[in-house]
């Protein structure tokens, strides 16, 4: 049940204010003096002194109506900024907002990103809804959507709407409040398995599929129909063009073209993949049956690109990640999930909660 204003909820952790340091040094009657004797004589001096001698009553004495007039209106004036400050701190505090608990309803702004946290060395960001960051020069990952709206993300504490370790996150936190969390995979959008990877690849020049497997893999439309008139020609994801011709029982069979092949390992000449841009290839060799590739990249402060590799003797479209890190390189099969980038991948989020069952308004 959401906290009322003013009431705290029953059970939660609330983190406490930092409460103001009073600097201001306590007069004392004891006055030390160079001998132990003469500090305990003034000590028990002050410890028994009568009233009438000390402190509150010797002031009555001492001065007139005038300044007694005086010394009530500071009095006065203390006991209002006293009250002011208790009913601020303590009865009206504003650190008396409710906290995040399981089934609120929260809004916050965030940033995610893995790597490190978005404004670190080595972060790679994936999503936010803050336009500062959306608008600046950090690194994105290869699925990020630039945005032209922004809104609050509003999600129920505990519910299924954001993954588990974002949700816990703001468990315990007050309105403007900030967290940085680090979320394990588990956590995050799931594990992935990875495997090693070279950037030498050997690929076979020719096989067969069928069409709707080519079709999607090559990401092409062909039909049956398309076949009546001869052979097409596809770029396929690695980049080279490929022959496709109709086989029997809806198969297609692909060839790669093997003169382009010999052609490029002539030259050395550097190509594009067509899966990614941000990857590049040479032809090193070329059998009758096989042809090899070396791998390069051209941006080289990404930490994750789409790659084509031999996985099992199959060409597979793969994100391979810390390409940078030499001979450490590791890929990661794409299952066509929408965070199949954050799979696997320890998630960083800079978190900060805007309000709390509408407490803020916002």
Known sequence: MAAKLGQKKKGQKVKKPVQPVNDIEKDSNVVLTKTPEEVNVKRDKAKGAEKSNTGFFAFFRKFDTIAMSCFIAIILAGVVVIGAYVNTMYINSPWDSPVAVDGDKVKVEYVGSYGNYYDKEGAVIFDTNIESVNDSDCIKGISYVDKNKFEYLEFEVGGTTVIKGFSDAVIGDEINWTSRVKIDPADGYGDATKYAFSTTNTFNIGGIMSLEEFNDYASVSLKAS????GNQTVTMPVGLDAVVASASNGNVTYSYIVSDLNELKTSGELKDTKVDENVQFKVTGVTST?????????????RMYKCIVNHGGVETEVLVNDFDQKDTFKYKILDGSDNEEQKGEYLYFYIKIIDINGYAGA
Not at 226 to 229: G, L, W
């Open 226 to 229: 398309d076949f009546t008139n």
């Open 290 to 302: 096989t042809f090899t590739v070396e791998y390069d990249r051209v941006d080289d402060t990404l």
